[in-house]
C-alpha cells in the first residue's frame, strides 16, 4: 500500500503543478488583452498576438498535462489492485522515460530562448521584438514549472527505487 500512496501523491502533485501552466496562460491571455485596449505605441501593440498565441499555447499545454494526471490519478488504484508487481514496474519505467525527456527538454529550451535573444538583436522591427520577448517569457515559464515538475519526479523516482514489492 506504500507504494500506492507514494504513487498518488506525486500524481495530486503533479495536477496540482500543471495547473500553473493554466495560471501563467490566463496571465498571457490579460496581457494581450492589456496590449489591445492600452497599447499605444507600435511595439505595444506588436505584443497583442504573441502575447495571445503564447497564452493560448500554456492553456492547451496546462488543459492537457492536468487532464492526464487526474485520469492517471483515477487510474492507479485499478492497476495497483490487479497486478502490484506490474504497476511497479511500469511506474518505474515511465519515471524513466520521462526523466530521459526532461534532458532534452531543459537542453532544447535554452537553446530556443538564446535564439529568440540573437532574434532581438539583429532583427529590430516592433513584430520581431514581440514575438521574440514573448517567446523567451512563455519558454522561462516552460522552464520554472518543468524544472519543479523534474525534482519531483526524480524524488518519485528514488522513492520507488526503495520500495520493496512483495509477490
Sequence with gaps: MELLKLATE???AEVFSTRFFIV???????ASLGF???????????????????G?????????LNYTNIQRVKQFEKDFTTD????????????ESTLKEYTVVFKVIPILIIIAALLILFINTPTWRAISITTIAMLIVILLV???AHARIDAYYKELKLVEIKK
Design 10 to 12: 506525486w500524481a495530486k
Design 24 to 30: 501563467f496562460a490566463i496571465l498571457f491571455i490579460i
Design 36 to 54: 489591445w485596449q492600452l497599447g499605444k505605441t507600435e511595439l505595444a501593440k506588436a505584443y497583442i498576438i504573441p502575447t495571445f498565441v503564447a
Design 56 to 64: 493560448i499555447l500554456l492553456l492547451i499545454i496546462g488543459s492537457g
Design 84 to 95: 502490484a508487481s506490474a504497476f511497479y514496474q511500469s511506474e518505474i519505467e515511465r519515471t
Design 146 to 148: 518543468d524544472g519543479t
